[in-house]
C-alpha cells in the first residue's frame, strides 16, 4: 500500500533529513510513527501527501510511483488519501455539514451524493446532532472528530492523522484513538504521527520509531517504552 525505497531528503540549507529510509506498510495496517521532534515523523506523511519532495529514492502509494506524478494527477492520487492535519485546518466560521461537504464539491459530487455522504460519515464520528452547528463553537475533541470526517469522506484507501491527539485531554484521545480504530476495521490503512504514549501502549498496534530520520525500531504489537528503548 505505502512503499519508500533509499529515500534521502534534503533541504536546500544542506541539512540531510532522512538518508536512503526503507518502509513499507501493507494494505488495511494501523501503523503508529513515533520518535522526538525533528524526527521526520510530519514530513513523512506530508511527502506521502505530495505536500514535500524528495531528493532521492522512490515513494509508492498503492503500487504508483510518486516520482513520477505530473501536477495534473496529484489531485487524483489525493482523493485516495485523507490527511487529519494538526492544525485542523477548518472553516471556523462554517457549519459542521459545509466542512465536509466542501471536500465533496471540489470532487463534483451531486447534491445528493453530498448529502448522503455527509450525513453517514458524520454519524460515524458521532457529529450528526451538531451536523448545521458553527464548527468553530465544538469542543477540541469535536473539532478533531470534524476533521477526521472530512478527511474519509471519500473513503480513501490510506488515511494520515499528524498528531491527531496533541492538543487533547485523556477521554477526547481516547474518543478518537477509538475512532481512527474503527475506520481501520473498515479496511482502511491507518498511519498516526504521534507523542501520545498513552494511546500507543493502550492499541498495540505495529510502531515505527524514527530518530534523527532514520528507522531505528520497527516492532509490532509494540509500546511506546519498548520502542524507544534501544
Do not use: W
Request: aromatic share 10%.
Amino acid at each position: 500500500m505505502i512503499q519508500i525505497k533509499k529515500l534521502t531528503k534534503v533541504y536546500p540549507n544542506g541539512y540531510e533529513l532522512f538518508k536512503e529510509l526503507d518502509l513499507f506498510i501493507g494494505e488495511n495496517e494501523f501503523v503508529f510513527l513515533v520518535g522526538p521532534s525533528g524526527s521526520g515523523k510530519s514530513s513523512l506523511l506530508n511527502i506521502f501527501f505530495l505536500l514535500e519532495s524528495i531528493t532521492s529514492g522512490y515513494v509508492y502509494i498503492d503500487n504508483v510511483c510518486l516520482n513520477h506524478l505530473k501536477s495534473y494527477q496529484i489531485p487524483y492520487l489525493r482523493r485516495n488519501i485523507g490527511f487529519v492535519f494538526q492544525d485542523f485546518k477548518l472553516l471556523l466560521n462554517r457549519s459542521v455539514f459545509e466542512n465536509v461537504a466542501y471536500a465533496l464539491r471540489i470532487l463534483n459530487f451531486s447534491r445528493r451524493q453530498i448529502s448522503s455522504q455527509v450525513r453517514q460519515v458524520l454519524d460515524l464520528v458521532g457529529l450528526q446532532h451538531r451536523i448545521y452547528d458553527i464548527s468553530g463553537n465544538l469542543s477540541g475533541g469535536e473539532q478533531q472528530r470534524l476533521c477526521i470526517a472530512r478527511a474519509i469522506v471519500n473513503n480513501p484507501a490510506i488515511l494520515l492523522a499528524d498528531e491527531p491527539t496533541g492538543n487533547l485531554d485523556p477521554d477526547a484521545s481516547e474518543e478518537i484513538i477509538q475512532l481512527l480504530s474503527k475506520i481501520n476495521a473498515r479496511h482502511t490503512t491507518v498511519l498516526v504521527a504521534t507523542h501520545d504514549q498513552m494511546i500507543v501502549n493502550k492499541m498495540r498496534k505495529r510502531v515505527v520509531v524514527l530518530n534523527k530520520g532514520t528507522i531505528i525500531r520497527d516492532q509490532q504489537f509494540g509500546t511506546y517504552a519498548e520502542v524507544l528503548s534501544v
